[in-house]
């Protein structure tokens, strides 16, 4: 018996690997920036959302701002460019943001952003399961695991 016999197959491996390299993938474009300047250059749009927090809580509207000065230089570029397009529902998540840091604003981001994504990719498997298969887990067969990679690693 040699000591390859032991391992699993490549079939039961090769689905968990796609799925770690995705989520490697999603890692370093989505929460480290890489390709895109780094992470001062990713959340544009979350910048938005901080910056409409604030104007909201300060009574300024968000769709026509009056502030012209950022408390944190991290803000300066969505200062440059703010353009909020985001319906008024999206208000309790502005003002959660405006009530953080910034960096605390950016983790709790990122954490929502991370979230949602998991939550997807795992919907994305229950669907991905041939119906009356709901052991497929159980029983070994990992193929369809190669769906929620898909999703975590779609750029």
Not at 42 to 67: E, H, Q
Not at 82 to 101: G, N, R
Not at 119 to 125: D, E, L, Y
Request: proline residues 8%; charged residues 10%.
């Amino acid at each position: 018996m040699t000591v390859w016999s032991k391992w699993p197959s490549r079939g039961r491996i090769l689905p968990w690997v796609v799925l770690s390299c995705a989520s490697a993938f999603t890692v370093a474009l989505g929460i480290l920036g890489m390709g895109h300047g780094g992470r001062a250059s990713t959340n544009l749009d979350m910048r938005w959302l901080y910056l409409a927090g604030m104007y909201w809580r300060d009574g300024i509207s968000a769709y026509t701002p009056t502030l012209s000065s950022p408390i944190d230089p991290w803000l300066r570029e969505a200062v440059q460019r703010y353009d909020f397009a985001y319906p008024p529902q999206i208000a309790p998540l502005c003002l959660l943001l405006a009530a953080c840091s910034p960096t605390w604003a950016r983790g709790l981001m990122t954490a929502f952003n991370t979230g949602s994504a998991l939550i997807f990719a795992g919907f994305s498997v229950r669907f991905a399961r041939e119906p009356g298969r709901s052991g497929a887990l159980l029983s070994g067969d990992t193929s369809f695991w190669i769906v929620p990679a898909v999703v975590l690693g779609n750029p």
